[in-house]
């Protein structure tokens, strides 16, 4: 083995045939990849990005969290205004919700409601590059909807 200005130098000489035959492998890595060159073969490799998840499940979990957290502000319900706000947020390397933003706006009585209950978020599992916690960032609708009085009775 040896170190070059490419990478890391492996010789690697197979026995196995009784031919002696010498492969060359380079190892080296570079903008966040791997480049492995092995006897005129070029492969890449990246490590392994993980989003994060919400336990243990993912963002389709987080939604029904939300839902069954999310309450309809009665000033809303009165005045009929309905919708979907725009959120984005960050999931840091810790795994705390940080930093909701509304990105689209419906009221501000709704847009307040949407940045509390995601703000309120529990702890996720940081999402991961390679064995590296990342923070991530998300966008999430947080819908409104009024039920029809007239279906319900």
């Not at 490799?45 to 987080?62: E, H, K, L």
């Not at 319900?77 to 940080?98: A, R």
């Not at 933003?101 to 978020?121: F, G, K, T, Y």
Request: net charge negative.
């Amino acid at each position: 083995m040896e170190k070059s200005q490419d990478g890391i130098l492996y010789t690697i000489t197979d026995f196995s045939n009784y031919n002696d035959t010498t492969y060359t492998l380079i190892y080296s890595e570079h903008n966040e990849q791997m480049r492995i060159f092995f006897s005129g073969y070029e492969f890449l490799c990246r490590p392994n990005r993980v989003q994060p998840s919400f336990y243990y499940a993912g963002v389709t979990d987080f939604s029904d969290w939300v839902n069954r957290h999310l309450n309809y502000p009665k000033e809303a319900i009165q005045k009929q205004i309905e919708g979907q706000v725009m959120l984005k947020f960050m999931v840091d390397s810790d795994g705390y919700v940080k930093n909701v933003q509304v990105i689209e706006s419906v009221n501000p009585i709704l847009d307040e409601e949407a940045v509390r209950v995601v703000s309120s978020s529990p702890k996720w599992t940081p999402g991961m590059f390679g064995e590296i916690p990342v923070a991530t960032w998300y966008d999430f609708p947080v819908v409104f909807e009024l039920m029809d009085t007239e279906t319900i009775f």
